[in-house]
């Protein structure tokens, strides 16, 4: 009797398919350098945002006025004059001071934590909600679509800031105060419509598509055809939405802190925050404070340093959108 | 009498019949009536061909027979389709009330609530019984889901509760069953019979890996009670350990749906014999059952969602293992390397052969090949038309084999249908159809193809038939054929020819056979 027969088979080695799909959409990715400039630089924000969020305390700031005791060991004051950027004085004051002798350069660090966490959890809501009504408002048509479109239709005919504030003043009679969350709803309530309409379209046109009736062919019911089916096919172009809106959102977010809308309170650190405090020392020369000698005719710092961190921001994120546009297309990725 | 004894004959013969089908769609433009009572027949294991020109409701057809015909626009609004002697269009007046006020404006009223059983229906039904295989492979393939995932998807929507007994009988292994299957190999050791029986018995028992080696086993010189041992010893190590009481479970539940299923079916049947009694008992055993189930159901949902390695598990591994056996059964080279690509990776004949393993998926008994070498080159062609005719003896499933190419329809078919317009003109046995048609559209429709084998000469050039197929919103009076006609008498545009048996197995729909009028 040949003992060979019983013996188990040799364990053949295995490729993972997913991990060779994954490294060749990076190889064409890497290929377009300016779409992986984006995401090299998006990716350090997040990286920093993620280190802060692990290990506050390499920073120090998880509230502008705490940082402040902690450095100075002082409560706050109002200080005459902002320190230009300058060497002296350690990392920290790299990027000069703001109000309250605030270092800039650590706080802005630390408000990646709060923009992009909250950008990016307001996005994913957004997405999510707007991709099922909208898939499901698509495949199945009839009155449940044109009702889903004409609430969308609402949605868009009101100036989105100005609802977003509306919003958010209601909510923030509602929530406890001192914490952003009133905004992060506002605004998902907000986005979702654009992700509905979006993969809406999208489902309009995959649901006409053969695989959806090969599959009811074989027996897919019409529940298992939005899931199964239709729906993975609407995410490709929801990706790419995804990644442009993430800048956006910063934007807006941070938007509305400048203007007033004090998320989380006025020692909050975030780039909004930043750049509102900042604001006002744009109209005030900087003087040698023993002389009175004017050294610059404005103290520029407080506000153009956080309006660059966010401005290299929005680039990067929506050059690395476009950039899986063309990656996640299968007719341009060839 | 005779005649009425072979009909009882082929009743039973017959696995697909459309009786009086009419299929419209009620565009801006008007009504298009894309068929217009269309009957045929297609017997167990046999291969029938549709032919005709384009845009003269073949593929219509073939959706209609599936029910796909996508509504709005489009309906069925007349006619039977007996499957396996089930009518799986339903009580056409229950589902939609179609007021036609005039052509362009037409009212139609679903019944959403028999609409949905309906659905409920057809979804057992197709894939399990009824299985199609699309024109371009190309676009019939879900371009994110590997192939393996789509012909698994199909496998696990029909066959859980066969998978479910498999894994259990593969867990709890029966020694008594597997020492009397050592008894019964011991007597028909070394014939081919012997091999066939492993092959069936493992599948059964969910242990097909061990299959060489019960194979190598059975030829062994050891004594039977050895053998006994050994095959236990076998088994032993075929069984993974998974959960049974998750496969119980699951068997469970889809028997449970499996019995709705056949009391919806059941209820469909009464009500469309407007038998209000039985109706209304079967009626309260659903409600009955959907009571019992509710509860059971939510919380083995949950738990299939939740607990997947438990519960998933099993079955898509099983679901895998069945796939790759399909896949090998319709001739992919590489099937290992297949099962885990997606569409746009592979070639158009190789994605052929994966929908055709798709639509093998739960083993139909009748597939519905829409044109599918249309997309292909010649040599592929070849093989997937080869491929299709295997399959046809191995399986023994019946064949409607839609394409306008008359060389194709010669090497595959038994029985050639041609259609014209919505309607079927002519029908009959291959080598008829080819030898002996009648029709002047068939006759025009074989004059038009070239031929290597006939001499040419000035006189006999290739010929085509006059016109075009007409727009069928307003179609032709009488035969719809007859402005095309080179035989056209005065009846044709007055009259609709019947479709007409002249001789045996061969029907024709033309004046010039037979006076019989259709009556509408």
């Given at each position: ?49 993620l ?31 902002p ?10 004051y ?6 309250y ?31 099922i ?84 062919a ?45 998320i989380?309170g ?11 405090i ?23 710092w ?23 546009r063309?990656?996640?297309d ?5 | ?20 089908l ?70 056409l ?17 679903r ?49 859980r ?18 020492d ?5 190999l ?12 492993i ?49 119980f479970?699951?068997?469970?539940y889809?028997k449970?749906?499996e ?48 607990m ?66 249309t ?146």
């Open positions: 009797m040949d003992a060979n027969v019983f013996a188990a088979k040799g364990g053949e080695k295995k490729r993972n398919p997913g991990l060779d799909n994954f490294i060749t959409t990076m190889k064409l990715f890497v290929k377009t350098r300016i779409a992986f400039v984006g995401m090299i630089i998006t990716l350090i924000y997040f990286l920093i945002a280190l802060d969020a692990v290990y506050p305390q390499y920073l120090g700031v998880t509230n502008l006025s705490s940082m402040l005791a902690f450095l100075h060991g002082q409560s706050v004051s109002a200080s005459a004059q320190i230009a950027p300058t060497t002296v004085g350690g990392w920290y790299w990027l000069g001071t703001t109000e002798n605030i270092p800039i350069f650590p706080s802005i660090l630390a408000s990646l934590k709060y923009d992009l966490g909250s950008s990016l959890l307001i996005v994913a809501l957004g997405a999510a909600t707007g991709v009504i909208g898939t499901i408002a698509g495949y199945f048509g009839g009155l449940l679509d044109e009702i889903v479109m004409r609430i969308t239709d609402i949605f868009f005919s009101i100036p989105f800031l100005v609802f977003a504030i509306a919003m958010a003043v209601i909510l923030s009679r509602v929530l406890p105060s001192g914490s952003s969350i009133d905004v992060i709803i506002a605004l998902t309530i907000i986005w979702w419509p654009i992700y509905a309409r979006l993969s809406r379209g999208n489902a309009l046109t995959i649901k006409s598509l053969k695989f959806v009736e090969a599959a009811t074989s027996g897919s019911s019409r529940m298992r055809n939005v899931f199964v089916h239709v729906m993975p096919n609407v995410l490709s172009a929801v990706f790419v939405q995804f990644s442009l809106d993430l800048g956006s959102i910063v934007q807006i977010f941070a938007g509305l802190d400048f203007i007033g809308f004090h989380g006025v020692f909050f650190p975030e780039l909004g925050n930043l750049l509102n900042g604001q006002p020392y744009l109209a005030q020369p900087y003087l040698n404070l023993t002389t009175g000698q004017v050294l610059s005719s404005t103290i520029w407080p506000i153009v340093i956080p309006g660059i961190f966010l401005l290299i921001f929005t680039v990067a994120i929506n050059l690395m959108g476009d950039g899986l063309d990656v996640l299968p007719k341009l990725r060839r | 009498m005779l005649v009425e004894d072979k009909l009882v004959e082929n009743e039973e013969a017959v696995y697909l019949r459309v009786e009086n009419s299929t419209k769609f009620f565009t801006s433009k008007g009504i298009v009536k894309a068929i217009d009572n269309l009957s045929f027949e297609i017997r167990k294991g046999e291969i029938f061909g549709l032919v005709g020109e384009s845009g003269c409701g073949k593929s219509v057809t073939a959706l209609s027979v599936m029910d796909l015909i996508q509504d709005p626009p489009g309906r069925i609004t007349h006619g039977k389709i007996y499957i396996d002697n089930f009518n799986i269009i339903g009580d007046d229950r589902l939609a009330k179609i007021d036609v006020r005039s052509e362009t404006d037409v009212r139609i009223k019944n959403k609530r028999m609409i949905k059983r309906h659905n409920e229906i057809l979804s057992k039904i197709r894939g399990d019984k009824i299985a199609m295989i699309f024109q371009e492979p190309f676009l019939a393939m879900n371009p994110v889901m590997r192939i393996g995932e789509q012909i698994s998807e199909s496998i696990l929507l029909h066959n509760i066969d998978i479910a007994n498999s894994i259990i009988r593969r867990e709890n292994i029966d020694r008594g069953k597997s009397s299957f050592i008894e019964y011991e007597t028909i050791k070394g014939t081919e019979r012997a091999l066939k029986e092959n069936v018995w493992t599948r059964e028992y969910g242990v097909p890996d061990a299959e060489l080696k019960i194979i190598e086993l059975s030829r062994s010189a050891l004594s039977i009670n050895e053998k006994k041992e050994k095959m236990y010893e076998l088994l032993l190590a075929e069984k993974r350990g998974v959960n049974l009481q998750a496969v479970e699951e068997r469970e889809f449970d749906r019995k709705l299923l056949e009391l919806n079916m059941e209820m469909t049947g009464y009500e469309e014999k407007n038998d209000e009694v039985n109706a209304r008992r079967v009626g309260e055993e659903i409600k009955e059952l959907r009571r019992g189930m509710t509860g059971r159901n939510i919380s083995f949902l949950l738990k299939q969602k939740l997947k390695k438990q519960y998933e598990r099993p079955f898509l591994q099983e679901a895998r293992r069945r796939t790759l056996e399909l896949l090998k059964l319709v001739n992919i080279a590489g099937a290992e390397r297949v099962i885990d690509s997606y569409p746009h990776e592979m070639s158009g004949g190789m994605l052929q052969r994966a929908m055709i393993a798709m639509a093998l998926a739960s083993n139909p008994k009748m597939l519905i090949a829409d044109e599918p070498t997309a292909l080159d010649v040599t592929t062609q070849a093989q997937i038309l080869e491929l299709i005719k295997n399959l046809n003896t191995v399986t023994d499933s019946a064949v409607l084999f839609i394409t306008h190419d008359l060389a194709v329809i010669a090497e595959m078919c038994q029985r050639v249908g041609v259609m014209y317009a919505g309607n079927l003109v002519e029908s009959a046995p291959v080598e008829i159809i080819f030898s002996n048609m009648k029709h002047p559209y068939t006759i025009g429709l074989m004059a038009s193809v070239p031929r290597a084998d006939k001499k040419r000469d000035k006189a006999m050039k290739l010929e085509s038939i006059p016109g075009a197929v007409p727009n069928l919103i307003s179609p032709p009076t009488g035969c719809r054929f007859h402005p095309r006609c080179k035989f056209k008498m005065d009846i044709c545009s007055e009259k609709k020819p019947k479709l007409v048996e002249i001789e045996k197995d061969h029907k024709v729909a033309c004046f010039l056979y037979s006076n019989e009028v259709e009556e509408n």
